[in-house]
């Protein structure tokens, strides 16, 4: 059974950092898409940074985030995070963790293809805002 545990949400003043953390356990699958996605309400989900592996890991961001947020992970630790710096009042939302396994020569898309529908695993959210 996996399980994903996100933390590491809070409040911050807009130029703040802040960095999340999704501890996953019963994940088996050597080839996986997996990362981020954030929802603030009223609006659609939509992936915020991800990290795709099927035989090499690559990393993808949200254009909106792409140089301010970084995704990494701890394989020891069983462990993905996102470190969020200079943040703005627009990246206030809740931060879900989320994977998919991914198909015979697949690759993981970029996020901006992200559908929350594709994905069969997720965390039970963690909430960030950031204050202007």
């Known amino acids: 059974q996996v399980q994903m545990v996100e933390s590491g949400g809070g409040s911050v003043q807009t130029g703040g950092s802040l960095r999340l953390s999704c501890v996953v356990s019963g994940y088996t699958y050597s080839t996986y898409c997996m990362g981020w996605f954030r929802q603030a309400p009223g609006k659609e989900r939509e992936g915020v940074a991800g990290l795709g592996r099927a035989g090499i890991t690559t990393s993808t961001y949200a254009d909106s985030v792409r140089g301010r947020f970084t995704i990494s992970q701890d394989n020891a630790k069983n462990t993905l995070y996102l470190q969020m710096n200079s943040l703005k009042p627009e990246d206030t939302a809740m931060y879900y963790c989320?994977?998919?396994?991914?198909?015979?020569?697949?690759?993981?898309?970029?996020?901006?293809?992200?559908?929350?529908?594709?994905?069969?695993?997720w965390g039970q959210g963690t909430q960030v805002t950031v204050s202007s």
């Open positions: 989320a994977a998919r396994t991914l198909g015979p020569g697949l690759i993981c898309p970029a996020v901006r293809y992200w559908s929350g529908a594709d994905f069969g695993y």
